[in-house]
């Protein structure tokens, strides 16, 4: 029997929701809701489109509801207010805002014998594993985190929720010195604003004060506001000709010593290069979304991050074929 999933949010990542489970035989993709108007939304697999204030009405047809909105404003409300009907999976990104989102989520989870699993993807998601194997392995360490060159979803849509902006791409790149010092072995002190420069290409609304715009872009907290940003204003054209794209990745390292006296120098080094950073983040999203449904059903509850669920959890691969082939 499939697991049958459904999306809430038809963006660049609900899209990659949909092409993702096409690669998955054990899922069903069952629907797409969104606030838009049903009709206006055509689905790139002909799957069908329903308004929001429907999902409730079909709860009893969907094993996990996968929510494709943004961490700014939309997940804060969304998946506590879901995880009270459903198996839930966001991709929740604000890193100071985890524990908070985490305690509200579980609450909602908990009471309604629902798992939810938050902060799904390549970061949070797959860098902190590779940030917790690493610390575990090397105990004598420091870990390093570069993001980039890429596209950021989340901060893209931070900026275009200000006002007087029309829309925006946001660059994470990586200060290649500090990546060099890393791989050396030298074990640097670096502040964020050290590791990464952002860079902003926005496209202002006829007669907005793009001053305005500049200044509370660079000051957002949690967003810029530790970062040297570049804000660049452009026209639409510009944007599509140039900026069209959402690639994306990075690395996350280890670097550790071992032995009496520290005499031996070791790197774990991680990376991703991804052509779209949409599609790659959906299908980590997916596998999660497998993985709630197999817990709910051992009748685990409550909210759950990428720390919480054992690799096997995400495979469509019994337990005999990963021993057999993967390990």
């Not at 794209?245 to 280890?254: A, E, N, Q, T």
């Amino acid at each position: 029997m499939k697991i049958k999933i459904a999306i809430l949010g038809y963006g660049n990542l609900g899209k990659g929701i949909e092409c993702a489970a096409r690669q998955n035989d054990d899922l069903e993709l069952v629907g797409v809701f969104t606030r838009r108007e049903p009709a206006t939304v055509k689905t790139l697999t002909g799957v069908p489109v329903y308004a929001e204030s429907e999902l409730l009405s079909k709860k009893n047809e969907i094993d996990v509801l996968v929510l494709c909105g943004g961490s700014a404003t939309d997940l804060p409300i969304q998946t506590p207010q879901y995880a009270k009907h459903f198996n839930v999976v966001d991709s929740f990104d604000t890193h100071a805002k985890i524990p908070e989102h985490f305690k509200a989520v579980d609450e909602a989870a908990k009471g309604a014998g629902k798992i939810a699993m938050i902060s799904v993807g390549w970061d949070p998601g797959m860098f902190s594993l590779n940030r917790l194997y690493g610390n575990c392995i090397l105990r004598d360490g420091k870990d390093y985190t570069f993001w980039g060159k890429g596209v950021s979803q989340g901060h893209s849509d931070a900026i275009r929720r200000i006002e007087g902006v029309k829309n925006a791409k946001q660059y994470t790149v990586p200060i290649e010195e500090a990546l060099t010092s890393v791989r050396a072995g030298e074990n640097p002190e670096l502040s964020t604003r050290q590791k990464h420069t952002r860079e902003c290409y926005v496209v202002a609304k006829e007669g907005a004060d793009k001053a305005r715009i500049e200044q509370e872009i660079k000051t957002m907290p949690n967003y810029f506001a530790d970062y040297d940003t570049t804000v660049h204003f452009i026209t639409e054209e510009e944007l599509i000709r140039d900026h069209s794209g959402i690639p994306h990745g990075g690395f996350v390292l280890r670097s550790g010593k071992t032995g009496l006296q520290g005499e031996n120098k070791h790197l774990i080094e991680y990376r991703l290069q991804l052509d779209s950073n949409p599609e790659f983040t959906a299908c980590v999203l997916v596998a999660y979304a497998r993985a709630a449904y197999r817990m709910n059903q051992e009748n685990m509850t409550g909210c759950k991050t990428v720390f919480d669920v054992a690799p096997a959890y995400l495979s469509p691969l019994s337990a005999e074929e990963l021993r057999a082939n993967l390990l």
